[in-house]
T-cell receptor, first 112, second 113 residues
Framework: DAKTTQPPSMDCAEGRAANLPCNHS???????VYWYRQIHSQGPQYIIH???NNETNEMASLIITEDRKSSTLILPHATLRDTAVYYC?????????????FGSGTQLTVLP | DVKVTQSSRYLVKRTGEKVFLECVQD?????MFWYRQDPGLGLRLIYF???????EKGDIPEGYSVSREKKERFSLILESASTNQTSMYLC????????????FGPGTRLTVT
């Protein structure tokens, strides 16, 4: 699986967009980009995933560069409840490894 | 919305006790997972199940067993709890086994004294 690199921490003002970057320069053509977050003392929460097209759901948008070597998760109007550790994962869909493994992620702090 | 619930948020047990952790999902998912999460070690898969009565070992099955008698329920059993099993236990479910779109419960913080 491709390695991902994320900044260890970011701050964002409440009500503004939070843009969380992820580098995955060794991603291969059949690997998807997944985003999860984990609020302190809670279980991880699936956010969104994509292959090469940009994706949007009720929680966030995922922008993947044309060369697929990086992506950005966008929370359009961050709230205090969005404070969490955000994990970017690259995985082959249908691969034999079924378990999730998280790297160190980005600690997003939304400031009032 | 997918709902995955776990029987307890916090549990304190004594060494040697048999411990049952229950997980229930309401989305008719075929696949269910038990992980533990420890600081510095991340998420580690204990067992997973892809159908009723079917189970497979994950990375760290020693000291644990599981039971899946109904599709919506997946139980983790610690046969004889030990202090090194103090951890956060997380249950998850997914529709497709190959999918990494997994939905997690709130977790059970187990302390074994």
């Amino acid at each position: 699986d491709a390695k991902t690199t994320q900044p260890p921490s970011m701050d964002c003002a409440e009500g503004r967009a939070a843009n969380l970057p992820c580098n995955h320069s060794t991603i291969s053509g059949n690997e998807y980009v997944y985003w999860y977050r984990q609020i302190h003392s809670q279980g991880p929460q699936y956010i969104i995933h994509g292959l090469k097209n940009n994706e949007t759901n009720e929680m966030a948008s995922l922008i993947i560069t044309e060369d697929r070597k990086s992506s950005t998760l966008i929370l359009p109007h961050a709230t205090l409840r969005d404070t969490a550790v955000y994990y970017c994962i690259v995985r082959v869909a249908g691969g034999s490894a079924r378990q999730l493994t998280f790297g160190s992620g980005t600690q997003l702090t939304v400031l009032p | 919305d997918v709902k995955v619930t776990q029987s307890s948020r916090y549990l304190v047990k004594r060494t040697g006790e048999k411990v049952f952790l229950e997980c229930v999902q309401d989305m008719d998912h075929e696949n269910m997972f038990w992980y533990r999460q420890d600081p510095g070690l991340g998420l580690r898969l204990i067992y997973f199940s892809y159908d009723v009565k079917m189970k497979e070992k994950g990375d760290i099955p020693e000291g644990y067993s599981v039971s899946r008698e109904k599709k919506e329920r997946f139980s983790l059993i610690l046969e004889s709890a030990s202090t090194n099993q103090t951890s956060m236990y997380l249950c998850a479910s997914s529709h497709q086994l190959s999918s990494y779109e997994q939905y997690f419960g709130p977790g059970t913080r187990l302390t074994v004294t």
